[in-house]
């Protein structure tokens, strides 16, 4: 299994854009930028930021971050700058925190990491600023939670213009794609318009309630990738650790406690809701709750789906790599 075919199917289940070094994305305008900043247009329009250009080599920084934390949470800094609606990250760094499983924790340590960092990218030339974070959710996917929305907040009333990024590293192995959210809340007291149904995601049953309370503070940004010839000596060195690390390990085996617990967490969904539907009531009518139940049963039939796919997609994997390494030599 070649290494740089591994990495154009990475590139293209991400759907990567390539685009020329000269475009516009890497040249850093700061008379533009601080311009920006004066106006601040987002302080007029909550919804101003709609859209993010992520860098190939800061996505797989991220991700390999991520996946080095296990079942903990990790958490890092984005360099970056805006365009317009649109919000571009160049370059991301891990910041040295105490994780649970839970959250994540910013101590003295890290913030002085931070400061020593940036002004580090500054003298060779980086002078993108900090324009986000970014910390995992292993396993539980991509949204913010009551903690993660507070200090979202606190980051746009006083760093603006800042984003929040989530990644899965768990999903992210299972689904063999990048899992990852990029989202910014609503000021304190404003209504979000009814906005339409976002793309269905699996939330487990004991996160749901978080999930369910603080979803209408915040809301997600289109999320795009690109890279260019000035990140591909970078790119390589990197996706030769990720192939590595990837090749050597059964996506079964390290997602095992996880896949457990999806199927113990579906067989409660289920129960739940069959439980809550009423069983020979005599009546034809079919009541509101009735109907809610029947979309969490299409919920938990989506749930079951994407589940086995993965497990599917792991057993291909396997069957690929025993063929080219075990059976072929013989």
């Known amino acids: 299994m070649d290494s740089e075919l591994a990495k154009k199917s990475f590139e293209l289940a991400n759907q990567i854009e390539a685009v020329p070094s000269v475009e516009s994305v890497y040249y850093y305008d700061a008379k533009k930028q601080q ?14 930021f709609k859209k993010i250009k992520i860098s190939a080599l800061s996505l797989l ?15 890092g800094l984005m360099l ?13 760094f891990a910041l040295p925190v105490e994780g649970t499983e839970t959250r994540v924790n910013a101590q003295a340590q890290a913030y002085e990491y931070m400061t020593s960092y940036v002004e580090a990218a500054k003298l060779v030339g980086r002078m993108e600023n900090v324009i986000g974070w970014y910390h995992s ?27 929040a990024i989530v990644v899965d590293p768990v999903r992210t192995v299972s689904a063999g ?20 149904p976002s793309e269905y995601q699996s939330i487990p049953l004991h996160k749901i309630e978080d999930f369910g309370v603080h979803c209408k503070q915040y809301y ?19 996706w030769n650790k990720y192939w590595v690390n990837t090749l050597s390990s059964n996506s079964l085996l ?11 967490d579906l067989s409660e969904k289920l129960e739940q809701a069959e439980q809550r539907i009423g069983h020979g009531s005599g009546f034809s009518v079919v009541t509101d709750i009735e109907k809610k ?8 039939t989506k749930d079951s789906s994407k589940l086995t796919i993965e497990a599917i997609h792991g057993l291909m994997s396997q069957v690929i790599k025993d063929r080219l390494f075990n059976q072929l030599r013989n």
């Open 254 to 264: 390290t997602n095992g406690d996880y896949t457990t617990g999806q199927v113990l």
């Open 177 to 196: 794609k990048v899992n990852l959210g990029a989202f910014r809340t609503y000021p304190k007291g404003f209504k979000p318009p009814n906005e339409g």
């Open 35 to 48: 311009e920006i900043l004066q106006k601040k247009p987002w302080t007029k329009d909550p919804h101003y």
């Open 80 to 92: 970056g700058k805006v365009d317009g609606d649109t919000m571009i990250v160049m370059d991301s």
């Open 61 to 75: 920084k991220m991700v390999m971050h991520s996946r080095s934390g296990g079942h903990l949470e990790v958490m």
């Open 137 to 163: 959710h292993p396993g539980y996917g991509c949204w913010l939670s009551g903690i993660d929305v507070s200090t979202q907040m606190l980051n746009q009333q006083f760093q603006e213009p800042f984003v």
């Open 293 to 300: 139940e029947e979309t969490k049963l299409a919920r938990a």
């Open 220 to 238: 997600p940004l289109d999320v795009s990738y690109f890279k260019s010839q000035l990140d591909h000596r970078l790119l390589d060195l990197l």
